[in-house]
């Protein structure tokens, strides 16, 4: 095989081992003996080749194939005169097994392992050192010189302190010439006539020159005009030219100084001053036409007008007189109960008729209302904790197919016609609550699932916060929200206010307020088999299938004295108390309800006792330490959607059925309410809430009308223990 390169010249490499051509190879076909030939002869281009040496035999195997293989391997001779390119050929190296013989195998062979030298990838030395060591002795000793030199460091010579300082670049200074700077003082008197005159001017100048330039383009200018008026007064046409100029001149720069008047008038309305002094005096005329529902409402009394007719004069003097008749009567009383140590209210009691006798009625004051809270259902109410003038109300809807935009509304008993703020939400409101660590701080849960909090020191309508962005957020409508203070022993002496939340997903959640809004898991309520008696011929059933294992939280109250243990009430009618402290099982369940149980109540004086409403037109109260219900209350056919305790009376609680109003007092009657108020035609009750400080009761209906009632006659039992 010979190689040419592109000028034909010989480059068939040599190869530089060289067989004993006297060596007989074996014949192991075509294309092995065609290779040991090649290897023999050097006349085959190897680009690398193996040498094997078996016992004392040295042969060059190659092998090498191109596009078109031969399948008979022809005679060296011929194999010379062949021309192959260095691209055309490839060479495989072939391995020759060496044989083994049965001395080889018998032989001895010694094998020695050694061990490598270890790699270090990280070394991190110990700062520690272990007491029964050998260098625990010359460590101790060494900590303790280290200890010793600490506590001799002041006014030790081994310690000197030095200041360190950057070379700071040399400072340039540039000199610069110019004109000296001449000062002036001077002064004038002027009275206010002048100042207001110079202002008025300056702003009509520039009006009138603009205005005279442009009447003026076309003809000649007013003073050139005037001057050849004076001057020649031969033409009347010059006369009336520019009298007509002057005349359009004076109508321009008096629709100008209209505009202007105009531009400052509603610059007067829209100034921050104006709106400042207008919110002023809405609240005064708010005071003069409220002042006697106002006093009412705050149990002052009731200013009355000096000027007044004489047959209202004569009114007032009856009053006056019958007034004082009676205090003449019940200080006759007092010194008859001295004499028979009789006690006061009984004693009252026996000396009035049955007409005197007045019974306890709901006295209606006045309804927060306006156009924006019109269609709206009230679904929540909130008094802020420190103002107790300030009422959050949230608007929205309870039916899945009457769902709109919600609204969280704050009103102010110094303006019941319009709210302070409102907060627009894009679904309806469920829940809202004020914060008591921060005051101005709005919670407001809402039907598709979502929490914002709002802050309402602001005009700004925008949430604060909004638990949009939280991948933990409730599927299902916020039922309930409330701020919950917890407890000093957790926390140490401040207390830490928590955000707790229940939804129909069956989660009670607790927010955590940073920088966004997450929340964590408290507890996942789970459905409850009912214990139903089986009767002695019954058969037993198979258990249905659940849909769901959660069941739908509806509402929730934390225990008064203890917050870690709270009510939370279901859909499918069941009671259960928990723990913050475990969140996988309930630690008592009451059943008693056969519908979704819409508000629990803790009795803020005696903290044993709690109510419930439900959809069964049943309110029930209950002892914790009781299963079974103590008192079932059920007054009328229609679905109870919230109660609440009075805030001055173990006995006395309030409840808004879709009817009616009720006021229930079970010092007096347990079967019957004391009070009852009906709601209108097409209007249906929602909630209740008491007043903080004063004898009033607030209900809340499905038209958007918060309505505040005075109690009148109610009075309240002295015992505090139901």
Known sequence: LQVFDDEGKDVTPHPLFHSDPNTVVPRQGKLLASSVYFGATGSVFLSSFSMH???????????????????????????????????DAQVRQEEVKEELTKADLDKRVDIYLTETETIWI??????????????AGRVLERNRIYVDICKNRPGNDRFVEKMMQTINGAAKNKEVQCDKIITEDKGMMVTSWDLHDSFNVLEIEPTSKAEGSRATTGKSSKPHTTKEHYQTMSVSSERGSTTSSIMISESAVLARIHEEEECHSEAILTSENFQQDLFFMERILMENIFQPKLAAYRQFPVLIDPDVTSDTSGTVA?????????????????????????????????NKTPEEIVPPRLEWLWSYRCDLTNGHSVTSMAWSKVNPDLLAVGYGAFDFKEQKNGLACCWSLKN??????????????????FSMASPNLLAVGMYNGSVAIYNVRSCNNAALLDSSESSNKHTGPVWQLRWVEQDRGTTGDGKKERLICISADGRITEWLIQKRLDCTDLMKIKRTES??????????????????RQAAGMCFDFHPKDTNFYLAGTEEGHIHKCSCSCNEQFLETYRGHKGPVYKVAWNPFSTDMFLSCSADWSIILW???????????????????????????AFIFAAANESRVEIWDLSVSTLNPVISCFANPRVKFTSVLFAKSTDCLLVGDSKGEVSVFELQNLAAPNSNEV
């Open 53 to 87: 040496q078996t016992s004392g035999l040295n042969a060059s195997l190659g092998s090498f194939s191109s596009e078109s293989v031969l399948d008979e391997i022809v005679e060296p001779g011929s194999r010379r005169d062949t021309t192959v390119s260095l691209s």
């Open 122 to 135: 990280l070394d991190m030395p110990s700062v520690v050192v272990s007491v029964e060591s050998e260098d």
């Open 318 to 350: 009856a009053v006056k007189e019958a007034k004082q008749e009676e205090h003449d009567k019940e200080k006759k009383a007092k010194e008859e109960q001295k004499e028979a140590f009789i006690d006061p209210s009984i004693l009252s009691d026996l």
């Open 416 to 433: 019941p016609m319009w709210p302070e703020r409102i907060f627009q939400c894009e679904h309806g409101v469920t829940a809202l609550d």
């Open 531 to 548: 214990e139903k008696k089986k009767l002695p011929a019954e058969k037993e059933r198979k258990s249905e299938a659940l849909i769901s």
């Open 623 to 649: 002892h914790q330490d009781s299963q079974m219900p103590i008192l079932t209350f059920s007054s009328a056919t229609a679905f109870v959607h919230d109660i609440m305790w009075s805030p001055k009376s």
